[in-house]
């Protein structure tokens, strides 16, 4: 049980919750009361508990592994999961009553979009412009949006996150437009969607636990987006965000500051695992031992030369499609050469030796290899606001800096 002083104005306590394609993962959160302090001010932050200080519980639970993908059972999976966490969160030293929900591929899709608009003669920039831009857009994206991850045939969108996170007046960038006179007017905007049942079934459950819980629901995308332009050290204007956890490998374009591109493939490291317990005869859950005592270089002569002789041709086979997606991205702009890799496992950094060990010249600018860098405490620590230490699970880290700092502080529906 929680006490405070009766000087001392009790903190909100909120709770998280990760959907993943291979786990699910929950948290009570005690959030701060200070606003997020920009780097460039010149008085020192207040300082604050350490945000693995105020996950105050957590639990997670693994999605029943199938050795052949089935979207009926995975549905189900995620259904036992999240109901476990949710009975292991209702342990923890107080239930929320509020929750943020954040999703990983493939549950959504988004996209990043630059709507540009051109005036016969000068313009005022108002609110009523702005919406009507966004929802032409907007209108647009969902005519087009193809079917997610269906609970049922005929599923529908429906609207997670539609954002502008870039404002030009002119051919400049400006924080503040409205009320402003311009020529032109350029926005870019993010806009994600998720299956409307798959939604409605993920607060059932949630409800089902804590009845008056309010639930927002956010894409890890977005999320992992604004934490990291914070976190990361300035010099990192322009990067590629690489998480290839569970199913899926997600990558986010940033240039110039800017989230431009969000693609996706399907060979994750439970792919990559699936494919090589298949070579080596074996199952699952043993080949994913065996790449952890293999990355950790604990590996005995045998098991180091069985393990690599079967990851040829797999690590072919997953830079086959990273190339690919890779490719798409100088279709619209140059390629980024600092990847940063998200991961919890020691497996995870399999990833990297992949694309370190992998010639990728033919798609850099500048005719170099890319810096392929595994994020950890030292890379989020750029910033002297967040230099603490990480949770174990780097993803609510991430997800709880998002709530703590910035969720709270956004100026309006649609402006970051």
Known sequence: ??????????????????????????????????????????????????????????????????????????????????????????????????????????????????????????????????????????????????????????????IIENKILRVKLNGYEIKEPIGKTAQSLSLSQFISVGPKELLNKLELLIHSEKADAKISFHTFSLTAYQT??????????????????????????????????????????????????????????????????????????????RLESALVEIKKDWLGSFKEALAKVTETVFLPENFFILGDDKSDEIFVDFIEKESMIELSLSQNNFDVIFVDNSILSGNSIAKQRLPNNLFLFVESYYCDKIYSKTASLYFL
């Open 1 to 158: 049980m929680f006490f405070t002083s009766s000087k001392e104005k009790e903190k909100e306590i909120v709770g998280i919750i990760d959907i993943g394609s291979s786990q699910i993962s929950g948290t009570i959160f005690e959030l701060s009361d200070k606003t997020e302090i920009s780097p460039s001010k010149t008085v020192p932050p207040v300082e604050d508990k350490p945000i693995a200080d105020r996950l105050l519980f957590s639990c997670d639970e693994k999605i029943t592994f199938s050795e052949t993908p089935d979207a009926s059972r995975f549905l189900s999976a995620i259904s036992e999961a999240l109901k476990k966490v949710m009975v292991g969160l209702k342990a923890g030293p107080k239930i929320p009553t509020r929750f943020f929900v954040f999703l990983s591929s493939p549950f959504f899709v988004s996209q990043a979009r630059v709507i540009n608009y051109e005036g016969a003669k000068p313009f005022l920039v108002n609110d009523i412009l702005i919406e009507n831009l966004i929802k032409t857009e907007t209108d647009k994206f969902l005519a087009t949006a193809h079917q997610i991850f269906p609970v049922s045939v005929g599923d529908s969108h429906e």
């Open 228 to 305: 990291f332009t914070r976190l990361i050290d300035k010099k990192y204007r322009n990067f590629v965000l690489i998480d290839t956890g569970g199913e899926i490998t997600d990558l986010l374009v940033v240039a110039d500051g800017l989230l431009v591109e969000h693609l996706s493939f399907p060979k994750g490291k439970n792919y990559l695992i699936r494919k090589l317990a298949k070579k080596m005869g074996t199952v699952f859950a043993e080949a994913s031992s065996s790449l952890e005592i293999y990355q950790s270089g604990q590996a005995s002569i045998v098991l180091k030369n």
